[in-house]
C-alpha cells in the first residue's frame, strides 16, 4: 500500500483538480482522507489517498486478473465494512426479485464504492466508476428505501 497526498487550493485549482483525477483514474485507490484548512484566501483542501501501486494492465495478464478475489474485509475500515456487507444483502433480495446475478446488479467493487460514500444518494451512486445512469435509477432508490425501512 502508498500513500500520496494532494494539496489543492480552494481559488485557481483547475490543474490541482487535473492532476489528482488523472492519478485516481490510474490507481487503485483503498481510501481517501479530506480535510479542509481555512486560511483565507490560502485555504486549500488536503487529501490523504491510500493506493496500491500496481503494475499496468497488459493483454496478456488482463484474463488472469478476472479471477482475483479481494478481501474487502482488509481493505476497508470497520464501519465500512459492515456498511458494505448491509450493502450485499440488499443487493441479494434485489437480484432475487428481478431474477438477475448479484453481479449485475452491482459488483462487489462498486458495492465498496457506495459503502465509502457518507451518505448514499442516487447523486452519490451515479459518481462511482462503472455505475451509470440505468443502473443508478433502477437500483439506487431500491437500496434506499430499504437502507430507510431499516432505519441504516
Known amino acids: ?17 487535473q492532476k489528482i483525477n488523472a492519478f485516481l483514474r490510474g490507481h ?9 484548512v481555512n486560511n483565507g ?3 486549500f483542501w488536503s487529501f490523504c489517498v491510500r ?7 497488459n493483454k496478456s495478464n488482463f484474463n ?26 440488499i ?5 432475487k426479485t428481478d431474477a438477475v446475478p448479484a453481479y449485475a446488479v452491482f459488483t462487489d467493487e462498486e458495492l465498496s464504492e457506495i459503502a465509502k460514500l457518507p451518505e448514499i444518494t442516487e447523486s452519490g451512486i451515479r459518481t462511482i ?4 445512469q440505468k443502473k443508478t435509477e433502477k437500483y439506487a432508490g431500491q ?3 430499504i437502507l430507510q425501512k431499516n432505519k441504516l
Open 1 to 17: 500500500m502508498e500513500i500520496q497526498i494532494f494539496s489543492i487550493s480552494v481559488f485557481e485549482n483547475i490543474a490541482e483538480l
Open 51 to 57: 493506493y496500491i501501486d500496481s503494475p499496468p494492465e
Open 143 to 145: 437500496i434506499q428505501k
Open 41 to 43: 484566501r490560502d485555504s
Open 28 to 36: 487503485k485507490i483503498i481510501d481517501i482522507e479530506k480535510q479542509f
Open 64 to 89: 488472469s486478473n478476472k479471477n482475483v478475489k479481494i478481501d474487502y474485509k482488509e481493505i476497508l475500515d470497520e464501519t465500512t465494512f459492515l456498511k458494505f456487507s448491509k450493502l450485499r444483502e
Open 91 to 95: 443487493r441479494k433480495e434485489i437480484a
Open 129 to 132: 466508476k462503472g455505475i451509470g
